[in-house]
């Protein structure tokens, strides 16, 4: 799905899941020389007893129903995708999913979901540096 005036794709249909309490969390991140260099390369999230997994290439959001995320197997430490368990983060996890909304200009897309206990989940991905970080704030 194109959305010209917000200039980012949409790969996949945005899951149902607005409404949903939300039950895991983790992120896959991709180190280079064992630096975070892309902290959120994908995001799993549980609902409905249901994995989405949620990542980026330049200007395109792709959403997908996914297994759980399983531990990555690496041949080497120069780069290697290491998984992490964010299921105790309690802003997010335990908490029900209101809104999600998705943005782009020329150099990033982002994806925020707001969350029942006050705060915003932010993906914000690059297309400089083909990384996406990630925030949880509290919605003032």
Not at 8 to 25: A, D, K, S
Not at 35 to 47: G, Q
Not at 59 to 83: C, H, K, R
């Amino acid at each position: 799905m194109n959305t010209p005036s917000a200039q980012y794709f949409l790969n996949g249909e945005e899951p149902p899941i607005v409404g949903e309490m939300c039950e895991g969390f983790y992120l896959q991140q991709y180190q280079e020389q064992q630096r975070v260099t892309d902290p959120a390369n994908v995001s799993y999230l549980k609902f409905n007893g249901k994995w989405v997994r949620l990542y980026f290439e330049a200007s395109t959001i792709f959403w997908g129903e996914s297994d759980q995320p399983g531990e990555p197997v690496n041949s080497g430490v120069d780069s290697t995708l290491v998984l992490v368990n964010l299921c105790e983060m309690s802003s997010v996890v335990g908490a029900r999913l209101e809104a999600i909304s998705c943005n782009g200009n020329k150099h990033h897309v982002e994806v925020a979901m707001s969350f029942s206990s006050g705060h915003i989940l932010t993906f914000r991905h690059s297309g400089e540096s083909d990384a996406t970080t990630f925030d949880c704030q509290q919605h003032h």
